[in-house]
Every structure is written in C-alpha cells, then in structure tokens.
C-alpha cells in the first residue's frame, strides 16, 4: 500500500513538471510555426513531425541511453547529479507532449476569426498589443480544454517511465505483483487510481467548457 | 561532447532490425511491428464499430454497457491493458497465451475504444433526412443503419481510421514490455550486446518509426482534403 501511495507520488510529480515543461515548450513551438520567417517555421514544422511520429517508449529510451553522445558535458554531469532517470523521463515527456500542445495552442489561436485582429489594428492596437489583448485572451480560453486533455493523456503516457526504472505507480504495481503474487489486487489498484485521476481530469474539461467556453459560442 | 558516431552497428545488425531471427526462429523486428499493427488494426476495426454500434443503440443497457467499457479503457494507460492481459488472461483462461496474441489483444481493446468514437463521431456526421428518408422508404432501423448512414459513416472516418493506425504503430514499442521480439526489443537487445552505440541505434529506430508513421499520417492529410472536396 504505502508502494503504491509513493508510486502515485512519483506519477503526480513527474506529469506536473513535465507538463509546465511541455507547456513552455508548446508555446514557444507554436509561435514559431507561425512566425513569418522561414527557417524557425521549417524548425517547427520538422520538430512537430518527428516527434509526433515517432513512439514515445523509443524517446524515452533514447534519452535515457543515448543522449550522453549528443549533450554537452556539463549538462550530463548535472543531470547524472539529479536523479537521472526522473529527469530523462520528464525530457522525454514534456518533448513528447509539447508537440502535441503547439498544435492545440496554434489551432486556438487560428479560431479566432481575422476580422478581430484586423479589427483592434484598425482601432490603433499595435499588431503585439491585438495579439497581447484581443486575440490571446480568447484564444486561451479555447484552448484550455485540450491543454487539460493532453495533461490527461501526459499522465496515462508518464507510466512508460517505469521502463527505465522511474517508480512511479505503474512500477510499483508491477513490483507488489513480483513480490508478492498479489497481482490482482495490484493492478486493481493502480486501475483505479488511474481512472480517478482521468475522471477528475475529465470532470474538469466540462465543468470548464460549461463556465467559461459558453458566452464564446455565441458568435 | 564526443560526437563520433559510428554507424557500423546499423548494418551489421540490418537483418536483425528488419525481420529478427526469422528464417532460423520466430519472426522479429521490423516486419513484426509492422504485423502486430496490421492485425490489431484490423481486429479493432471490427471492435470499434461493434462498441460504436453499442454506443448509439437506442437499447440503454447495451449502451450504458458499452460506455462504461469506453470510458474505462480510455481512463487508464495502454501498458496497465497490457498488464492486465499479460498476468491475468492466462489466470481466467487456465492456459498460457502466446505474447504476440496478449499483446495483439491489449492493443485490439485499447483501440477499440477508441475507434469507438470514431465511428460514433462518423455515424452522427450523416445527415439525418437520410435515415428519416431510408425509413419512409420501408426499410427497417436495422437495414437503415447498415445499407444506408454506415457505408457513408466510414467513408466519413476513413482519415481517422489511418490516424488511429499510425497510433497502433508507435504503441507496438509498448510490446517490448512482455518481452515481444519487435523493433524496439530488436534495438534494446543490441544495445545490451553492443553496449557503446546507444545514441546510433535509438536515433535509427526512431527515424525507422518516422518513415512508417509519417508515410500513414501524410496519407491521412491527403485523404482528408480528397474526402472533404467531394462532399
């Protein structure tokens, strides 16, 4: 039990820092994919793409095994300082996830119709003052649901960490299922907290789209 | 930094990645990936329209059934599935089962459900003056969903079906956990033989994953746009 407690510790953790993490990145990728200058769009476009196509497991193991070769030597050093399995799990996280983000965000952003911009420019807004005060305001809103979904499905995907060895609440399922046979019970557990933790979640998108989502359908 | 990559490990090993130890042992790699996808995408075709059926039948038992299986499955992670499958499947059944076919089945539940709404989504898409039409003509609510909103349905789902295939594709990476000889078991296993070209071997599965999932999801683009002129 008190394995199971300390697994869903390490889940919650993992998922909350690899999802501020996915979050920043998100954002920085989705302005970037609409900047008009070429070569930062043709780096987003190719960023998106590789790492939405490519499994989240092999990622992980990539970060894990294999980026000594490619990162520099004192980032090396500090993460071996941190714990560094945790710390290529969330790496390989908040990447995974930040792809998917930057799609939410720059499809909230492209829902607001073009006359608004237009609009506040034509009223004396400079174009980063619209996009600061016209456009972003709506647009976040719109996208609070799916950035909700994808912590959603960061949490579920944060249980391929066990793979290399973070003991987070799928690891420890599988420990009690090794260490005692009690495996129904284990994964009976686990089962649960995981659909709680998608309920609550999930119970949050409508609570939200049900608040704040309804003045904007009216357009 | 030392960046001196040394791609020799790749051919040496390229059969190896690409179909395991096939004609000597079981088939492995590349094409085992490819295989495991293909059948659970074909088996999660069939679930997904049954559990889709479920879902919009106007029986509630059947429904409700079929909506609390969804939402569960959808609620927790592929590899608790796999779990489940791997340690208790043998349990109900009293038997062993082979690993390609848990895994085959976890990966078929999982998609299932979420084909489910797929082809949800596809069957409310039809407009309703068909099936009223259909109905006036004298065909029976069973026929009307057959003949008539289903064909046109799944046309309707088709660039999501390829999506959820691409899914399927990276979710094999997830057999390796019960020991299942694909690709990235394929790759964890020469990593473990050759020790010093992790950084090679995982940034050439990823690219092998690339080409795969990219091919897929720029027909499900093109599809989309082809589907979305005609109607």
Redesign the interface.
């Known amino acids: 039990m008190e394995w199971l407690v300390s697994g869903l510790t390490i889940t919650i953790q993992l998922s909350l820092i690899s999802m501020v993490l996915a979050f920043l990145l998100g954002l920085v990728l989705a302005v970037m994919k609409m900047s008009p200058f070429r070569p930062l769009r043709w780096f987003a476009v190719g960023y998106l793409?590789?790492f939405?196509?490519?499994?989240?497991?092999?990622?992980i193991?990539?970060w894990y095994?294999?980026?000594?070769?490619?990162?520099?030597?004192a980032v090396n050093t500090w993460l071996n300082d941190l714990n560094f399995e945790f710390a290529a799990a969330v790496i390989a996280l908040a990447i995974y996830t930040s792809a998917f983000i930057a799609e939410d965000i720059r499809s909230g952003i492209r829902a607001i119709p073009k006359a608004q911009m237009e609009a506040a420019q034509s009223s004396g807004f400079s174009y980063l003052q619209s996009l600061r005060f016209v456009i972003l305001p709506q647009a976040v809103r719109l996208t609070v649901p799916p950035l909700i979904n994808q912590f959603l499905n960061l949490t579920?995907?944060s249980?391929?960490a066990?793979?290399i060895g973070v003991m987070d609440l799928?690891y420890q399922?599988?420990q009690i299922?090794s260490y005692t046979f009690k495996?129904?019970e284990a994964?009976t557990a686990?089962?649960l907290v995981?659909?709680a933790?998608?309920?609550i979640i999930?119970g949050l998108v409508t609570l939200y789209s049900r608040k704040a989502l309804f003045p904007l359908k009216v357009h | 930094m030392s960046v001196d990559f040394d791609c020799t490990v790749i051919w040496t090993n390229m059969t190896y990645f690409l179909v395991g130890r096939f004609p000597h042992g079981p088939l492995g790699g590349i094409a085992l990936t490819l295989y495991l996808a293909l059948v659970a995408c074909l088996l999660s075709f069939i679930g997904g329209i049954i559990l889709g059926m479920m879902n919009v039948s106007s029986y509630k038992p059947l429904k409700y059934l079929s909506l609390a299986l969804v939402n569960a499955i959808r609620g927790i992670p592929l590899i608790m599935v796999i779990f489940w499958m791997y340690f208790l499947l043998p349990a109900f059944l009293g038997r062993t089962v082979a690993e390609n076919w848990t895994v085959i089945l976890a990966l078929t539940l999982f998609t299932s459900a979420y084909m489910s709404q797929i082809v949800k989504a596809g069957v409310e898409s039809v407009p309703k003056g068909q099936t009223e039409a259909a109905l006036s003509t004298g065909l029976s609510p069973r026929q009307v969903m057959l003949f008539i909103v289903l064909p046109q349905g799944l046309r309707n789902m088709i660039p999501s079906f390829v999506n959820q295939f691409v899914s399927l594709i990276k979710d094999t990476s997830l057999a390796f956990i019960v020991g299942v000889s694909e690709l990235t078991q394929v790759a964890t296993q020469i990593n473990n033989r050759t020790i010093i070209y992790p950084t090679e071997i995982f940034m050439f599965i990823a690219a092998v994953y690339f080409v795969m999932c990219f091919t897929f999801t720029s027909l499900s683009r093109r599809l989309e746009k082809r589907l979305a002129w005609k109607l």
Do not use: H, W
Request: hydrophobic residues 45%.
């Open positions: 793409e590789f939405r196509n490519t499994p989240l497991l092999v990622q193991f990539f095994f294999g980026s000594y070769k490619v990162l520099p030597e579920k995907n249980s391929l066990m793979t799928t399922a599988r299922e495996g129904l994964f686990a089962t995981y659909l933790i998608s309920s999930a």
